[in-house]
């Protein structure tokens, strides 16, 4: 037998065994979909997939210790050891029916309104799929599923970094439900998210307000200077803030406040400079106003790098799987979804991706793309960032939306709960698992030339773990 020919039947055999598990995947996602668990707080969807991969025969370290909810499961023996990147955390306040109506399941409840429901189960196929074929074909080689909690925030995955779960991968699958069938090359922003907390003297604020020293006045003036800031920092950056804590009562001078800032730039050193001068200002403002401040790092995410050498072989395997077959009521329902957007968004996509109209199906994109490139930072960030400092990356994203359909909405939580988002779930998984394969047999030059292409890009820089001391935050 021909080796070409070899590889494509190990490629049929994974289309087979990721059909095999299909319903059960599917369902999985819809579960995981119903009940939406906060950051550090995914018992259930944790629980439900290492029993899962038990079952499955794969090694399951659960939970692992760097993190609550993260686990490790594992297949194989040897060289190389290829990763599949699994997230479990809702978004707070985005619980939404399967609707094309802004209407709540619970009001104020989670939602995965950024369908990390299907990112962890389309790797978890991917994963589940490439280890039934090594197994058949005795294939040397480690895969591993992370199960990643806490993505939207906390960061898991830097947790997991600093423990050194990743140190060992040779490279690392990535996906995410999206509307669109891309291979992503833009990098993605470095991000922290900080809380400022201010110690005043309470006072009865009517009879003796000058006995007082109002932390909440102390807030407020380093979102002023905060916002003096915005001014001198480069125009990639962002700042932003809320008040977590304002007092108690009007009457009362605050003897306590709090504050929250989320600080992005596209490279990490831009990042820490800049929180630097905000500490600064912190500090300033607790001298303005006699008070005392502190502040506690809740999470740092690295810029995300690209990876070209690893992105082509990915993108290869995306336009060889076909599309699956929607229903009627499917496609109903993400045109439905589409036509909340304003009149003209469409267009406005098109020209985004440099597509024509006459290339949308279905609302949706017909071809895969490469998008964008590594001279690109988009504003938004994950904790992904920092495994693509540790091991190259590939950040694929496959159709579970309409194209329009921005992550972080209702209309997003609305479309990822439905049986149609979860067919291009199991697509994804095909899709990495096919991928992986080519890695683990004929193709092992990808491997090298991916690490070369890392070396280059981090430029004699190294990655630096979260400090020692940083611990798991939770939202109450």
Sequence with gaps: MLRHERIDMGKERIKHYIEMHRQELEAMALDIWRHPEGGFKEVRTSALQADYLKKLGAAVSFPVSCAPTAFVAEYGV??????????LDALPGFSQKVIAVKEPVEEGAYGHAC??????????AGFAALMEVMREEHLRGTIRYYGCPAEESFGGKTFMAREGLFDDLDCCMNWHPSGDDAVALTQSSAFELLEFYFTGTEAHAGANPHLGRSALDAVELMNVGANYLREHVIS??????????GGQAVNI???????????????IEQLQEIVSRLVDISKGAALMTGTEVVHQVKSIYHNRLPNYALSGLVYDNLKECPWPEYTQEELELFNSLAETYPEGTLKQVCEFHGVSMEEIRNSMLFKPLWRGSKSITVGGSTDVGDVSWITPTVNLTVTCCPVMVNGHSWQA????????????????????????????TDRKDVIEAAKRELEEDKGGRSYTPIP???VPSYDD
């Design 468 to 470: 020692a001391d940083m």
């Design 253 to 267: 001078v605050p003897g306590k406040a709090a504050v929250r800032y989320a600080v992005r730039a596209p490279q």
């Design 236 to 245: 990639a950056a962002r700042i932003q803030y809320i008040i977590t804590d």
């Design 78 to 87: 040897g060289k190389p050891v290829i990763g599949f990147l699994g997230e």
């Design 413 to 440: 939580c609305a479309a990822y709960g439905s049986t149609a988002a979860a067919k291009g779930m199991t697509r994804a998984g095909q899709v990495m698992a096919s991928s992986a394969y080519d890695l683990l």
């Design 115 to 124: 369908g990390h429901n299907l990112l962890c189960c389309g790797s978890l």
